[in-house]
């Protein structure tokens, strides 16, 4: 589901200027960077704008977002999206649930989600993926048994990496194809990012108090669009903006689906345990 990539992004440092097409290794992506913290997230979601043929009279729900691990254990994503829609005279909930865990080393990622509408599993895509030979190979355990190949992607924190890496060198644009299990597990997709960038807190921030210690911290403006393939001549499929702090927290979220569009405001923020990688 588009709903998610907002976190699951995935970075390599030569994407950055151009389309990459070459990848430095997992192994140096994860030397090359840390500072990633490990952290819970709450949005309050609503809806900003609605085309008239969406027919969506309301849109409103919530975001968790639990980000846990290390460069040396591995990563593990534990994400929730709810909402419940009006449409006409009917209002449905519907509910992602999604868990990955992404050994940047080892170029290995793991997913698996569900969807439900109104308490009624819809869907249900469990897999592996791994980077094998400059290519992604893909083994899907549901809905059904089946094993693809994809062009050479990168997985969602290698990307947060790139992200924070080209934010922090003052670099502004980059693309880049992304995997992260989303949809039915079995295609990547294209992306272009554009940093910002760094500003202050604005008066009126909607949501930076509820940063914490962050409050009063720099972000980036971040803007990724998402394309299904890698002629970026049109319009994406999906965009998102949002303001990005160095240790990877994300908040005040715009994510944009051409019909409609939701906003997405910081709430809660509780910091996780941090896991120390031996030095060698």
Same mark, same amino acid.
Not at 216 to 221: D, G, L, Q
């Given at each position: 589901m588009a709903m998610k990539r907002i976190f699951l992004l995935a970075l390599n440092a030569t994407a950055l200027g151009g389309m990459a097409t070459t990848t430095m290794t997992s192994a140096a992506a994860a030397q090359g960077l840390s500072g990633l913290v490990p952290h819970r997230a709450v949005y309050n979601l609503e809806l900003k704008d609605a085309a008239?043929?969406?027919g969506i009279k309301s849109m409103y729900g919530r975001m968790v977002y639990e980000f846990s691990g290390s460069a040396?254990? =591995?990563?593990?994503v534990?994400?929730?999206? $709810?909402?419940? +829609?009006? %449409?006409g005279e009917e209002k449905r909930v519907s509910d992602q649930r999604s868990t990955t865990f992404e050994d940047v080393l080892g170029e290995r990622f793991e997913f698996e989600s569900q969807s439900y509408t109104d308490d009624r599993l819809d869907k249900q895509v469990q897999g592996l993926a791994e980077d094998r030979d400059g290519k992604v190979t893909v083994d899907l355990t549901a809905p059904d048994e089946k094993q693809v190949e994809l062009?050479?992607?990168?997985?969602p924190t290698e990307h947060m990496l790139e992200l924070i890496k080209a934010a922090r060198s003052g670099k502004h644009f980059f693309e880049a194809r992304m995997?992260? =299990?989303?949809?039915?597990?079995?295609?990547? $997709?294209?992306? +272009?990012? %554009?940093?910002?960038?760094?500003?202050d807190v604005q008066p009126g921030d909607p949501d930076a108090s509820a940063a914490g210690k962050l409050k009063?911290?720099?972000?980036?403006?971040v803007t990724i669009a998402y394309f299904n393939d890698e002629k970026a001549d049109g319009l994406p499929t999906y965009s998102m903006s949002f303001k990005l702090y160095d240790n990877g927290v994300s908040r005040d979220l715009t994510m944009d689906y051409g019909d409609f569009a939701l906003s997405g405001r910081l709430v809660k923020l509780d910091f996780l345990p941090e896991t120390k990688c031996p030095v060698q």
């Open positions: 008239e043929k969406a040396c254990e =591995g990563y593990k534990n994400f929730r999206f $709810v909402t419940e +829609t009006e %449409v062009q050479p992607s990168r997985f995997f992260d =299990g989303s949809d039915n597990g079995d295609k990547s $997709v294209y992306t +272009t990012t %554009v940093v910002g960038s760094p500003t009063n911290e720099k972000t980036w403006p």
